[in-house]
């Protein structure tokens, strides 16, 4: 017999925003689009309708150890209160003891694994040292409970899907949306502009990025915009004052997408740690649709993607030099650039775009519906 299950109820942490790219944007609407009814319950100020999409608010968390405690007990009381047919779609690990607990009330559960949380764990600057080996292993060990008990799981990134049951695993990757993309701004208009857009730390080569554009600003006259936000926040003063850049904090999906579909050139650069070395970075996608060429890692698996288009440069992300020289030449050629842009572009609009990964988030659902 089929399931009545048209309502949806999304579940995120105060580490995710209301419009956050994958919750919001990607999910969220696809499913609206597809005709569920979806709400996402997540830390926020106010209970608001955008696009379809209902947002169910909790209360912010004021200390950190909120967030762990206080946000997940919140979003779990809300939860009891939707419809007991619902679809319930958990974004973050900190919500796997919620998911658990509503399986054992007789809910549909999905959990939406974004991150290799456990691998995630070694490198939170936050987390004493000595405590990570028995945090680590407490998340293992949720991460196997909810592959036992979760009626589905999607992975983000082919690498997660080793701690799951194959048999409930869907990779739906991160890709952009492309029609997003569609500015039809002509690459011969753009400015003058380096960008980057995302989380600003050491393992992120914030340091080699803003050293590497020192160094090509002594040859080129460029400016370098910079949207994200600082982990640790100590880092923005300290950075900020040493480097004379265009920092725009945290920027909003249509500001994110106005700035790329500006500027010239996209930089990302993590460090060769194995955190970044199988993950997809979802900037380098978004940078590719916008039609940037890209200064990238040629460490990891996201290096196939440059390559596959000719789309950029590859670079060693530890050699600030290296990463300058790589600046300084896209911007003496800008011929050659918009080549590299439009290839890059084409591959995203043609093979790696959220279009075609919106399919597979639908099958998903659909097989609920005759389980």
Not at 29 to 36: D, F, K, P, T
Not at 51 to 74: A, F, M, N, T
Not at 126 to 155: H, M, N, Q, S
């Amino acid at each position: 017999m089929k399931k009545n299950l048209r309502d949806v109820v999304m579940l995120a942490n105060a580490g995710h925003k209301p419009f956050d790219t994958r919750i919001f944007h990607k999910e969220a609407r696809s499913l609206v689009e597809a005709g569920y009814n979806v709400s996402i319950i997540i830390p926020h100020a106010e209970d608001i309708t955008k696009e379809g999409v209902h947002i169910l608010s909790v209360p912010l968390p004021r200390k950190g150890w909120e967030q762990l405690v206080r946000c997940p007990w919140d979003i779990f009381r809300k939860a009891l209160r939707q419809p007991r047919q619902a679809i319930f779609h958990l974004h973050d690990s900190e919500l796997l003891l919620v998911g658990l607990a509503l399986v054992l009330m007789g809910r549909t559960v999905i959990y939406d694994a974004h991150e290799d949380t456990p691998l995630q764990i070694s490198y939170q600057h936050w987390i004493p040292r000595w405590i990570k080996p028995f945090y680590k292993f407490f998340y293992r060990l949720l991460e196997k409970l909810a592959g036992w008990c979760f009626d589905a799981i999607i992975v983000a990134e082919p690498v997660i899907a080793k701690y799951f049951p194959s048999r409930k695993v869907t990779l739906i990757r991160n890709f952009p949306i492309s029609a997003s993309f569609d500015q039809g701004i002509k690459y011969s208009d753009r400015k003058k502009q380096l960008v980057y857009v995302g989380l600003l730390s050491k393992p992120r080569g914030v340091f080699e990025m803003l050293e590497g554009y020192r160094l090509a600003k002594e040859k080129q006259p460029i400016d370098f915009v910079v949207g994200g936000k600082f982990a640790p926040a100590s880092l923005e003063q300290e950075l900020l004052a040493r480097y004379p850049i265009d920092y725009r904090s945290w920027l909003s999906y249509p500001d994110m997408v106005g700035v790329l579909s500006q500027a010239a050139v996209g930089i990302i650069v993590p460090h060769p740690i194995e955190r970044y070395k199988t993950n997809y970075p979802v900037k380098l996608f978004e940078y590719m649709a916008a039609g940037l060429p890209v200064i990238a890692s040629q460490e990891g698996e996201s290096a196939a993607f440059v390559k596959e288009a000719e789309a950029g440069v590859l670079v060693d992300p530890l050699r600030p030099e290296q990463i300058a020289e790589a600046i300084v030449d896209l911007f003496s050629h800008p011929a050659k650039a918009e080549a590299m842009g439009a290839r890059g572009r084409k591959l995203i609009f043609e093979k790696y775009n959220w279009e075609k990964e919106s399919q597979r988030l639908l099958h998903v659902y659909q097989s609920l519906h005759h389980a």
